[in-house]
């Protein structure tokens, strides 16, 4: 069974950092790009960042670029984004899924808030 | 900037038949955007319906099916049922490595 499990959410203030990861199993995580994708309270999905298999080319909306930095260890079947320099309006449940071409995988989200 | 379009919101009746569409505010939709269909209801991770356009996710019944209808990608239901009342959500692959998901349509089954 396929499964997507994202942790390191939290509490967090602007300006700060925080590192969510995204724990795989039940498929050949290394064959597969993976994407971060968020959703606002009460608002609709964004694609944030996508990576390759071998986590050498990095994609990002414009809306995070600069801030954000999409990884991957495929000996460990994780994947991770750090967000920096963090906003109030990056307040938001975080979903990491599979290649959006090919995939089905999703996660159930770690809900990330930015407020002092 | 790129937009990805859809209904805000759509109403049906149990039993017919509903076609929701994806759009874009310049140019047409095409196979090559990859359209991707996903439903979500409140509090609930989204479960995907479809990818690549026509292409059912594992255990989605054949009463959904996708495809490009005239310069939008489409989600159609046949038999409309109540616990089909959610949000569904499109996504476009917008070329060098970049997605872009639509606002969203909340269906409505009534």
């Known amino acids: 069974e396929v499964q997507l499990v994202e942790s390191g959410g939290g509490l967090v203030q602007p300006g700060g950092s925080l590192r969510l990861s995204c724990a795989a199993s039940?498929?050949?995580?290394?064959?597969?790009?993976m994407f971060w994708v968020r959703q606002a309270p009460g608002k609709g999905l964004v694609w944030l960042s996508g990576v390759n298999t071998d986590g050498t080319t990095t994609h990002y909306s414009d809306s995070v670029k600069g801030r954000f930095t999409i990884s991957r260890d495929n000996a460990k079947s994780t994947l991770y984004l750090h967000l920096n320099s963090l906003r109030a309006e990056d307040s938001a449940v975080y979903y990491c899924?599979?290649?959006?071409?090919?995939?089905?995988?999703w996660g159930q989200g770690t809900l990330v808030t930015v407020s002092s | 900037q790129t937009v990805v379009t859809q209904e805000p919101s759509f109403s049906v009746s149990p039993g017919e038949t509903v076609t929701l569409t994806c759009g874009l505010n310049s140019g047409s939709v095409s196979s090559p955007h990859n359209p991707g269909w996903y439903q979500q209801t409140p509090g609930q991770a989204p479960r995907t319906l479809m990818y690549s356009t026509n292409t059912r996710s594992s255990g989605v019944p054949d009463r959904f099916s996708g495809s490009i209808l005239g310069n939008k990608a489409a989600l159609t239901i046949t038999g409309a049922q109540a616990d089909d009342e959610s949000d569904y959500y499109c996504?476009?692959?917008?070329?060098?490595?970049?997605?872009?998901f639509g606002g969203g349509t909340k269906l409505t089954v009534l």
């Open positions: 996504v476009l692959y917008m070329g060098s490595g970049i997605w872009v």
């Open positions: 899924t599979g290649d959006l071409r090919i995939t089905d995988f």
């Open positions: 039940g498929f050949t995580f290394s064959s597969y790009w």
